[in-house]
Structure formats: C-alpha cells, structure tokens
C-alpha cells in the first residue's frame, strides 16, 4: 500500500512559510518565486483536505490545525537533516546514540570520562540532552536515558549505575570548618531545597536520629548545579549527591556542614526500551558505562541498587 505522506518538497515549503509566516520570505530563504510557494502550499492542503493559512489583506496567519501541523513537520524535518548530516560525515560507519540525561550528573560525572569512550570508540557519536524528569521513550528521538529514581521505569531494562550519597554541605565563609552544630544550631541556616524532592531534608535529619523545625522551608532551586553554585555563595546549606562535587570539595569552596553518610532511597540508572536491548551502538555504550560505574562504586564504597531485581 502506497504511503500516505506529502511530497518533502510541499513540507519543506510549508514548514519555512510557517516559521516565517509569510510566503514572500519563504521564497527569499528557498530561492523560488512567491508563487511557487504558493503552488506547494496549496497543493499540500489539497492533498490533506484541511487549510493551513488564513489568507487576507494583510498576509498569511496560520491557521489552528496548521500551528499544530507545522510544530511536528518542522520536527520530523530537523531529525531527517540530522540522519542525514551525520551519514554524510560518517560514511556510513559507527553510530550515533541519543542519550537522555539528568543535567548535573552528565555535567559532572559522565562528561569528564566521555574522552576514555571517545578514544575507544571514535566512529561513535553520543549526543546529550537534558531531561529531569521520566517520559514515554515511544514519544522521543531517545535511545536510552540517566535516570535518578528509585527503579527503572516500565517497559524498559535498567542497568544499575550506583546509589546516591548524599552529603550537606555549605561555603566556609557560612560555617567554620569542623563545626558541630546541635539541633538548635541547625535552624540558624537557611536549608537550600531541591524542588522534586520536598522532603529531602527531613529524610537525612531523621538518618541522624535528628528533628528541626522548618526542615521544608528554604530557597527552591530545581536543579543540583543551582544548589551547588548558591551554596558556595553563601546563601544556606545544600543537600547534594556527593559525586556531584567532588571537585568543589578538594578546592574547598564548599565544605561539609556534617561528617555524615546518608545513601538515599534513589539510585541512578542507565535504562533503555526492551525493543533496543540488542542494539550495538548501545551496547557497546551500557558494557563501557558498566565498567566506569563498577569502578567508581568500588572507590567510593557505594552499595547496590535497593531493588534487587534491576
């Protein structure tokens, strides 16, 4: 059965008259005449029976179904153009993986040993992008994700990276180096909060076998980066997964607050859909990010996932 989808020459009409919203620069940016625009416009809404602009007067608007219509052709477009760029330039060889990640962990943890990847694999390409919070792999371009949680997510197959340490910490201009604070004394210090994890606080004072007031209250900050960067500026105290600053820590612009070891409920996880578990360009990525996880969880004395079953 012959597919029903538009010539690319009508799309790619479409999809630059909509970001322009005029007919006239779509031509200047393609280099044809306004009434072939204007023909491949027209001949792309015959064939979907629906209107994509209203014309008056003034120009062109799209219409309701064409906005709509216009944010996923653009984006259908942009990953032919990468499929397309990156065959160019590879020649057919190696792959490219597209790797979903929690922000300040790529930035941190997995940036700095990407170079020992790359000399193993140099016909392989991992692009980065930052997502915080799950989704639904069948609505991305996503191969595979880094992931905090507890679990893995349905429908896909966690590998285990290591579990999360989490440690207090706060500039030395805030708090004298090995300082004791009581209960009490706690409560004198602005506590920086992570946004999705409200009771972050009051899960590592109770590890204590500590209970202070307003342990809720505090700045907001929704990413590990931003808690970081005000705690060295001296606006409170930060709860952070310590991998995540190591090498604050031995500058010392931030010190610990408490000498005290806390692995949280969460875990961090390298996860994939069943449907890819035996694809090469990701397995060759999951055998090589098992071994620098197995490694950095042997010299940190990190344990296992809480799930046994992942």
């Not at 944010?71 to 490219?96: F, N, P």
């Not at 991305?140 to 579990?163: K, N, S």
């Not at 606006?235 to 600053?245: K, V």
Request: glycine letters at 6%; charged letters at 25%; proline letters at 5%.
């Amino acid at each position: 059965m012959r597919r029903k989808i538009p010539s690319t020459t009508a799309l790619s009409a479409f999809e630059t008259a909509a970001r322009h919203q005029s007919f006239t620069k779509a031509a200047d940016e393609l280099a044809v005449t306004q009434s072939a625009i204007c023909r491949q416009i027209a001949s792309l809404e015959d064939f979907l029976g629906v209107r994509l602009f209203r014309r008056d007067r003034r120009g062109v608007a799209l219409t309701e179904a064409g906005l709509a219509y216009s944010r996923r052709v653009a984006a259908r477009l942009d990953e032919v153009e990468r499929d397309t760029l990156e065959l160019m330039a590879k020649g057919g060889q190696g792959g490219t993986l597209e790797l979903a990640v929690v922000p300040t962990f790529a930035t941190k943890w997995l940036l700095p040993r990407m170079p020992l990847f790359i000399g193993e694999r140099p016909d392989v390409t991992v692009n980065l992008t930052a997502r915080t919070r799950p989704f639904l792999f069948d609505e991305t371009e996503f191969d595979a994700a880094i992931h905090a949680g507890v679990t893995a997510w349905p429908g896909t197959e966690g590998l285990f990276l290591m579990r999360e340490s989490l440690i207090a910490v706060c500039s030395p201009s805030l708090i004298a180096p090995r300082t004791k604070l009581t209960a009490a004394e706690w409560q004198r210090y602005p506590l920086l909060q992570q946004s999705t994890r409200p009771y972050a606080w009051r899960e590592w004072f109770a590890s204590r076998g500590m209970q202070v007031d307003r342990d809720m209250s505090g700045p907001r900050f929704e990413l590990f980066s931003m808690l970081a960067e005000a705690a060295i500026q001296g606006i409170g105290i930060a709860l952070i997964p310590r991998l995540l600053i190591e090498d604050e820590l031995q500058r010392g612009i931030l010190i610990p607050a408490a000498k005290h070891k806390y692995l949280s409920d969460r875990s961090y996880y390298f996860m994939y859909p069943e449907r890819k578990s035996e694809n090469a360009v990701l397995t060759v990525f999951r055998d090589w990010i098992e071994d620098q996880a197995r490694e950095y969880r042997e010299s940190a004395g990190l344990g296992q996932a809480l799930d046994a079953s992942v």
